[in-house]
Every structure is written in structure tokens, then in C-alpha cells.
């Protein structure tokens, strides 16, 4: 099978414009990419970043979606060398690929499964070898909090609060950095929930004042 691009680790959910802000999804009400995956129009608004680098790669090899030779193209970009592939192909890869151990979607399988950890171990190895500027830390933020979620049953719950929180601000661009993740994982832990929802960025979620029974004393 010929590489996708020339390029080792050609970049991956680019194709798509994103959007300018966090909106209201039309189906379920709330930011768009907080019912994702249950929410029909959140996971098609999130999906399609990585459904353009799958359809291209479709195009290009000549195989028509859902299609038997679908299933067999994501079994060899599996197999294939790390970075030939656009890590959104990667991962649409490994959701058209059942675990042959835990029979669940590949990756999202309980910690135990090796199959699975060895999926998802080479999945993030794609992060860590690709070249400078190949993926961003947005994007790196992108594909971890839907790959989180799509394996949500099998992760803390305050890291799956944390990405149902942050992914509309991260599908607009925005980055969490590290002090404003703790900050909003300590909120979360202190069952704030509701008042990290009604936020309007990462921001406005990691600023919000401790409450005064938990503010450190002088």
C-alpha cells in the first residue's frame, strides 16, 4: 500500500475549518462536544476532522466506504510503518478494527486487555516520534480527550469530567495548559460540576474562586 504523503507523519485533522467559538449544539443543548459520543450531532462535529483524513485516504486507495476493503485498508494502516499515515487515519483505523481479545472497539477495551494497550500505546507513539510542528499541542489535545471519551468506562471519572468540560473549548482552538488543568481537576473534586459547566472558556473554568470552607487559611 503507498503512504498516504511522502512526508513522514503527515499532519492530521487539518482539512475541516474549526470553529471561532464554543456554540450550542442543536441536539442536545449543551456546548458542542460535551455529549460526545452519545450525541448524534456532537460526535459528527467532532468526528469530522478525522473522517476528512479517512475519506482522502479512501479516495486515494481506491476503496469505497463501507466497503469490505475498508475494514481490510484499516487493518494495514494498523500494521503499517509509524507515521505513514495522519494520526486521524490511525485512530479511524483502530475504531473500524475490533479487538480480537475484548471484542469492544480497538483501544478502548479495559486496562487488562493487552491488545488494547498495545493499541493504544502505539497510537500515542505517533505523538512522540513525529517531527516539530507535525501536530500541535491543541491537536494533541484533540485526539486525547475523544480518545478518552470513547473509552470512557475505563478511565477516572474526573479526567473523563475534565475532557466532557474542555472539548468545546479544545475544538476552538483553545489548549489547556497544565496549571489550568489542575485547577479544574480540583474544582471537579470538589463537586463543582455545575459551576465549571456554566463557564465560558478554560479560562473563566480555572479561575473560578475556591469556596471559602476550602480557601487555605494565612
Known sequence: MVPTMAQPYPPGGRLPARPDAAKPCPACGDLV?????????????????????WAALLEGEGV??????????ATLVLADDLGAHPWTCLDWAMRLVTCPLCRTE????NPGCMSCANADQNRW???????????????H???????????ARHRRKSV??????SLPFVLAGATPTARQARRIRTHLLANRHEDLAEADSLTAMAILPDLPWRTPTP
Request: aromatic share 8%; glycine share 8%.
Open 106 to 109: 480497538l483501544g478502548t477495551g
Open 125 to 139: 507513539a505517533w505523538d512522540h516520534a513525529a517531527v516539530p510542528k507535525t501536530m500541535t499541542r491543541n491537536e
Open 141 to 151: 489535545a484533540l485526539r486525547l480527550a475523544v480518545a478518552t471519551l470513547r473509552a
Open 160 to 165: 473523563v469530567a475534565f475532557w466532557h468540560l
Open 64 to 73: 469505497t466506504e463501507g466497503a469490505p476493503e475498508e475494514r481490510e485498508l
Open 33 to 53: 462536544g460535551r455529549g460526545y459520543p452519545t450525541c448524534v450531532t456532537c460526535a459528527d462535529r467532532v468526528d469530522t476532522y478525522w473522517r476528512a483524513d
